[in-house]
């Protein structure tokens, strides 16, 4: 196993994240699908526990991830084609055939063959193929995501990952939810631990017009601006 994991841990490659970006698959479900990786030969059958994933993940997070969220994870990456759920023993635990990313990618058409000169052992290739050849591969292709535009699909997951952790859902086509990527991570998981000290859903209406109010109009400092520092002020 020590082997396999050593192995299958270099197979990651920029491939597989411009997947991720092209199906939407959310950091945590890549996280997993790596961790998956690890656990044994690709393009065989597998039976991980999760429960040792989110341990994993607590270990290394800080905290495990919720049990139907970890679920909506593992769901995201079959219906990805990633996983292949052969056999289900518990929620946790099942035999699973995973998928190397050469059958997750669509074939290429095969060349057509010179029809003018059927006997050559070779074939030609026309102008307009080399160059829609050479457009696919160019960096400044529009349809190959940047660096910079993975990254910032993998913030806003991330975002949308630490909300939907307490159960506030953002539509990713609202024009005020861009306000949110705004603001760093951090500051997005202090706003939500503040929701969760102020009573959370059941003190709060509309979490995501208060969690996005939070973040704009610094909630956070004014809890820590106290009435003993604000005397102090007004003596000074």
């Not at 396999?4 to 997993?32: D, M, V």
């Not at 591969?137 to 529009?142: D, M």
């Not at 660096?147 to 993998?154: G, I, L, Q």
Request: proline share 5%; aromatic share 12%.
């Amino acid at each position: 196993m020590p082997e396999n994991s050593s192995r299958n841990s270099l197979l990651w490659s920029e491939s597989h994240n411009a997947y991720c970006y092209k199906h939407h698959i959310p950091p945590a479900a890549k996280t997993l699908w790596q961790w998956l990786m690890r656990q044994g030969e690709i393009a065989t059958e597998i039976e991980p526990d999760l429960s040792e994933f989110n341990a994993w993940v607590a270990k290394n997070r800080g905290k495990p991830y919720a049990h139907n969220y970890l679920k909506k994870i593992f769901e995201i990456l079959v219906s990805c084609c990633v996983l292949q759920v052969i056999k289900t023993y518990s929620w946790k635990i099942s035999k699973l055939l995973f998928r190397p990313l050469s059958w997750l990618n669509p074939l290429k058409k095969p060349q057509e063959t010179n029809f003018q000169n059927s006997n050559s052992s070779y074939k030609i290739e026309s102008s307009n193929e080399v160059s829609a050849e050479s457009v696919l591969n160019s960096s400044s292709n529009p349809l190959t995501p940047t660096t910079a535009e993975f990254e910032e699909k993998e913030l806003q997951h991330e975002i949308f990952t630490a909300c939907a952790e307490y159960q506030i859902y953002f539509d990713p086509n609202k024009r005020t939810t861009r306000h949110l990527f705004e603001f760093d991570i951090e500051d997005v998981q202090l706003a939500l631990k503040h929701f969760s000290l102020r009573g959370g859903h059941q003190a709060i209406n509309n979490p995501q017009g208060w969690l996005l109010d939070c973040l704009r109009n610094c909630y956070l400092q004014d809890e820590k601006f106290t009435l003993s520092a604000f005397m102090q002020l007004l003596t000074s």
